[in-house]
């Protein structure tokens, strides 16, 4: 078969010649009632029969891979989608570099690598278990279609990352298959594995946050992970990158169409002061420091997710040839990182200094300086709009000390300039620095749908262009079918 192309005659859509690998077709086959039942019980809350204009993958050419179309959600073709094998692939970076990438996994790094297997496909169910209530309270149709765009994709990744398990791992990949299924985001008995996957995701200011912020921490790790010398994982994180840049996108447009009404709105009042936030707030938008406060939730939290700064994880991982670093064919070194040190801030007697540690050690640091770069891009372009308002107030990212819960930082308490505080201090300011009840009461009393087709929520400016360059008043969802 043509690998560039997807197999649709088959239940599953696949590129990677199911119907001839008979046990793993038999396993998935048996994974997928649950899955559906996972999505009726878990996906979006109502929509189900409501037609979704959505893409489907119907190739990997990185040249023109999806097709759009009206679909009912519960009917998407979730399918098994690998990026085409590279010939005389070789592992980039560890100590086996320059070796021939496995085609089956390594014995000695079985363990290791299910575990970064699970905890990558952990989080895609986790993603749309967080937004099912979003639905309810689209600003417009077409937001309406992008969130249902996300959940799908999260949907089709969790398949990804179950392929690799079935595939590769035996019994215990199919028992780690049905685990992704059992775990609930934020449940108390059985929550998703990491922390900002069990968190809220209460109205479309976070949900744009969290597909800025948090789908950008997904980007790093399917980075590193399609370095992998595992071919098959490689070839897996290579195809869902091409899906995660909407979803970045979904995120980074959202927050600028929002900052952007904001700027109107306040421009049409003659509000020319951003702090004067009951008067913003009586034009039905959401004043900048809000913006600002959500933007700091999100962003230390998706800090949270690259782990400890120094970690022998990381470094192990790294040497066995599993994981590598963000762009790691790029990076002009010897890759296997023997003499080299890396700057990592550290925590010295309650003061925040920077230290040099041994490279190996300092992967997970690494990658998060990696995505705090590829964060700020976002913001400076939020800037931009808020510039071209006339407007002094600016965006930007608080200190990566500031509100953390994992790793050096979790220790302390430390404003968003990354000064420590004391705990009582931290208590008296939280309220300026994070979203207080009372802000997050006003974000959700603007979250009213609007679903005639070109019509937008008061706290929202339309996109400047639609989604397969539908013009703006395309009716996205046809919500009664
Ligand atoms: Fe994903
Ligand atoms: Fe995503």
Same mark, same amino acid.
């Given at each position: 078969?043509?690998?560039?192309?997807?197999?649709?005659?088959?239940?599953?859509?696949?590129?990677?010649?199911?119907?001839?690998?008979?046990?793993?077709?038999?396993?998935?086959?048996?994974?997928?009632?649950?899955?559906?039942?996972?999505?009726?019980?878990?996906?979006?809350?109502?929509?189900?029969?409501?037609?979704?204009?959505?893409?489907?993958?119907?190739?990997?050419?990185?040249?023109?891979?999806?097709?759009?179309?009206?679909?009912?959600?519960?009917?998407?073709?979730?399918?098994?989608?690998?990026?085409?094998?590279?010939?005389?692939?070789?592992?980039?970076?560890?100590?086996?570099?320059?070796?021939?990438?496995?085609?089956?996994?390594?014995?000695?790094?079985?363990?290791?690598?299910?575990?970064?297997?699970?905890?990558?496909?952990?989080?895609?169910?986790?993603?749309?278990?967080?937004?099912?209530?979003?639905?309810?309270?689209?600003?417009?149709?077409?937001?309406?279609?992008?969130?249902?765009?996300?959940?799908?994709?999260?949907?089709?990744?969790?398949?990804?990352?179950?392929?690799?398990?079935?595939?590769?791992?035996?019994?215990?990949?199919?028992?780690?298959?049905?685990?992704?299924?059992?775990?609930?985001?934020?449940?108390?008995?059985?929550?998703?594995?990491?922390?900002?996957?069990?968190?809220?995701?209460?109205?479309?200011?976070?949900?744009?946050?969290?597909?800025?912020?948090?789908?950008?921490?997904?980007?790093?790790?399917?980075?590193?992970?399609?370095?992998?010398?595992?071919?098959?994982?490689?070839?897996?994180?290579?195809?869902?990158?091409?899906?995660?840049?909407?979803?970045?996108?979904?995120?980074?447009?959202?927050?600028?169409?929002?900052?952007?009404?904001?700027?109107?709105?306040?421009?049409?009042?003659?509000?020319?002061?951003?702090?004067?936030?009951?008067?913003?707030?009586?034009?039905?938008?959401?004043?900048?420091?809000?913006?600002?406060?959500?933007?700091?939730?999100?962003?230390?939290?998706?800090?949270?997710?690259?782990?400890?700064?120094?970690?022998?994880?990381?470094?192990?991982?790294?040497?066995?040839?599993?994981?590598?670093?963000?762009?790691?064919?790029?990076?002009?070194?010897?890759?296997?990182?023997?003499?080299?040190?890396?700057?990592?801030?550290?925590?010295?007697?309650?003061?925040?200094?920077?230290?040099?540690?041994?490279?190996?050690?300092?992967?997970?640091?690494?990658?998060?300086?990696?995505?705090?770069?590829?964060?700020?891009?976002?913001?400076?372009?939020?800037?931009?709009?808020? %510039? @071209?308002?006339?407007?002094?107030?600016?965006?930007? #990212? =608080?200190?990566?000390?500031? /509100? &953390?819960? $994992?790793?050096?930082?979790?220790?302390?308490?430390?404003?968003?300039?990354?000064?420590?505080?004391?705990? %009582? @201090?931290?208590?008296?300011?939280?309220?300026?620095? #994070? =979203?207080?009840?009372?802000? /997050? &009461?006003? $974000?959700?009393?603007?979250?009213?749908?609007?679903?005639?087709?070109?019509?937008?929520?008061?706290?929202?400016?339309?996109?400047?262009?639609?989604?397969?360059?539908?013009?703006?008043?395309?009716?996205?969802?046809?919500?009664?079918?």
């Amino acid at each position: 078969m043509n690998i560039m192309n997807v197999d649709y005659s088959t239940k599953i859509p696949n590129n990677v010649n199911l119907s001839e690998d008979r046990q793993v077709l038999k396993a998935l086959e048996g994974w997928h009632p649950g899955y559906i039942d996972w999505w009726n019980d878990m996906g979006p809350d109502g929509f189900q029969q409501s037609l979704v204009y959505l893409r489907t993958a119907y190739s990997v050419d990185p040249r023109g891979w999806a097709k759009f179309d009206y679909v009912k959600m519960p009917d998407y073709r979730w399918g098994i989608l690998l990026a085409p094998q590279e010939e005389n692939r070789v592992i980039p970076f560890g100590e086996n570099y320059g070796e021939p990438a496995w085609q089956e996994v390594p014995g000695e790094h079985r363990a290791m690598l299910r575990r970064l297997i699970v905890i990558q496909g952990d989080t895609e169910p986790a993603s749309v278990e967080q937004q099912r209530h979003l639905g309810k309270t689209a600003p417009s149709l077409y937001d309406l279609r992008n969130l249902f765009q996300v959940n799908v994709e999260e949907g089709r990744h969790l398949w990804a990352m179950v392929y690799l398990l079935q595939k590769y791992f035996g019994r215990d990949g199919r028992e780690e298959a049905d685990e992704l299924l059992r775990r609930r985001s934020g449940d108390a008995d059985s929550p998703r594995m990491l922390g900002a996957f069990n968190e809220a995701t209460p109205d479309w200011l976070s949900f744009f946050m969290f597909t800025y912020f948090t789908d950008r921490d997904g980007k790093m790790q399917l980075h590193s992970l399609a370095q992998s010398g595992f071919d098959p994982l490689s070839r897996t994180c290579r195809f869902m990158l091409t899906e995660e840049a909407h979803h970045m996108f979904v995120g980074e447009t959202g927050i600028s169409r929002v900052v952007q009404r904001t700027c109107e709105a306040m421009k049409e009042a003659g509000i020319t002061d951003p702090t004067d936030i009951a008067k913003v707030r009586a034009l039905g938008v959401i004043d900048l420091p809000t913006i600002q406060k959500k933007l700091h939730l999100h962003y230390s939290l998706s800090l949270d997710l690259f782990g400890s700064e120094v970690s022998t994880n990381a470094a192990n991982a790294f040497n066995a040839g599993i994981k590598g670093r963000y762009k790691e064919t790029q990076i002009d070194d010897d890759h296997q990182l023997k003499n080299a040190t890396y700057p990592v801030l550290r925590l010295k007697d309650g003061a925040i200094v920077q230290e040099e540690v041994p490279a190996l050690s300092a992967l997970n640091m690494r990658l998060r300086d990696d995505f705090v770069g590829d964060a700020n891009a976002g913001v400076t372009r939020w800037n931009r709009v808020l %510039e @071209r308002a006339g407007l002094q107030f600016r965006l930007r #990212l =608080p200190h990566v000390a500031f /509100n &953390r819960r $994992i790793g050096e930082f979790a220790a302390i308490r430390a404003d968003t300039d990354g000064r420590p505080m004391s705990g %009582e @201090r931290w208590q008296a300011d939280r309220e300026t620095m #994070l =979203p207080s009840a009372d802000d /997050n &009461r006003f $974000i959700q009393s603007l979250m009213q749908p609007v679903h005639a087709p070109g019509g937008f929520a008061s706290w929202i400016a339309p996109p400047r262009i639609g989604i397969d360059n539908k013009p703006g008043d395309f009716e996205y969802v046809k919500i009664e079918a």
